[in-house]
Structures are given as structure tokens and as C-alpha cells.
């Protein structure tokens, strides 16, 4: 039996999900990144907050990972096509330094203890893994009532420094450097 949040959830997600949209320039700027520093993740990957894992340009975001030995998919919720269900502020099913590297796009500014879901990705990483971590700064509400929060540039690096080394942060849709759609950073944990 799923809870009032999960079914709310499912239905809002499902429901964005099967609307036709034309793919947003935001979206090309970040899948083209992703597929760029994507080829090289070697090793175990998690992607949270997988839904249907549908990049909405004919692929899957699976196969931007050609390298890695192995993709797990996640959902806070039952009703995805995913390997495991898991709330990332306590993923208390994965045991310590479990994986490589964390995908995750479009998930914190869902989740109410945005910290302590990170405080999550950085125990399941190994030394030296890598975060691919995607958040958005100028974008419009979705999923309400569950859209608590948006990152500035420096916000990011405020939330990973210490635990992570930034290698890159990529402002996408961002023809006012000031004021872009989103962000995507590449980091490494310490």
C-alpha cells in the first residue's frame, strides 16, 4: 500500500511524464554535457531519482555510461521501471562505499533535508568517486508542492566543499552567465 506522498508523487511525475513537450534547450545543453564526461565513469553507477530513465531525445541516460560495470536505477517511489526504491536522505539499504559514482539530476530541490540526502550520496561513494549532480537555479515550479529549493554557483560549492573536490561546474542555458537554468558539477569525493 503506498503512502498519500508516494501516490501524490507517482501522479504529479507520471502525469509530467506523458505530456508532450518539445525538448527545452536545457535539456540539449545538459544531455550533451552529461554524454560528454559520462563515457569515461568506469565501475559501479547509482542514478537517483531515475523515474523512466528516458533522456527524451530517444535514449536512455543508461547508455550515456558505456564504460561502467554496472547502472542501478532508483526511485523514491514505486511505479518506475527501477532497480531499487529508496529515499536518498536514508539509503540505509546500500552499505558503505557501494558505488563509483552517483547520478543524480533534478532530485534535491525535491527533498526537503537536501543535506542530509548529500550527507547519503557521500557515504555510498567510494574514496575518489565520482558525483554527477545536476540542480537548477532558474527554473519554474514543478512537482509542487514537493519543489522546496534552487542552488546558485556558489551555493554548490559551499554544500560539497570539504567533502568533494569541484573539477567542473557547468552552467546550462545560461546566455546571462548571472542567471542560467540550471547547474551540472562534476566533482570528486575526498
Sequence with gaps: ????????FLSIVKVRASSPTSISRSRRESNLWLRGVCHSINGRVLSIGSGDDLDHEGGNYRSYFPSCSSYT????????????????RDMHEIQDHSFDAVYC????????????GL?????????????????????AIHMQPYDF??????GIRF???PSFLVEELK?????????????????TKC
Excluded at 500500500?1 to 501524490?8: A, E, N, P, Y
Excluded at 539530476?105 to 542530509?116: A, C, I, M, N
Excluded at 574514496?127 to 527554473?139: I, M, V
Excluded at 552552467?171 to 566533482?187: E, F
Aim: no cysteine; net charge negative.
Design 119 to 139: 550527507k547519503e550520496i557521500t557515504r555510498i561513494l567510494v574514496p575518489g568517486g565520482t558525483l554527477l549532480l545536476g540542480l537548477p537555479f532558474r527554473q
Design 1 to 8: 500500500m503506498l503512502s498519500l506522498f508516494s501516490r501524490l
Design 149 to 154: 529549493w534552487r542552488f546558485t554557483e556558489f
Design 73 to 88: 536505477t532508483s526511485e523514491v517511489t514505486q511505479g518506475f521501471p527501477v532497480d531499487l526504491v529508496l529515499d536518498v
Design 159 to 161: 554544500m560539497l566543499e
Design 105 to 116: 539530476s533534478g532530485v534535491l530541490e525535491h527533498v526537503d533535508d537536501f543535506r542530509q
Design 171 to 187: 552552467a546550462i542555458d545560461a546566455d546571462d552567465p548571472l542567471n542560467p537554468a540550471a547547474y551540472w558539477v562534476r566533482a
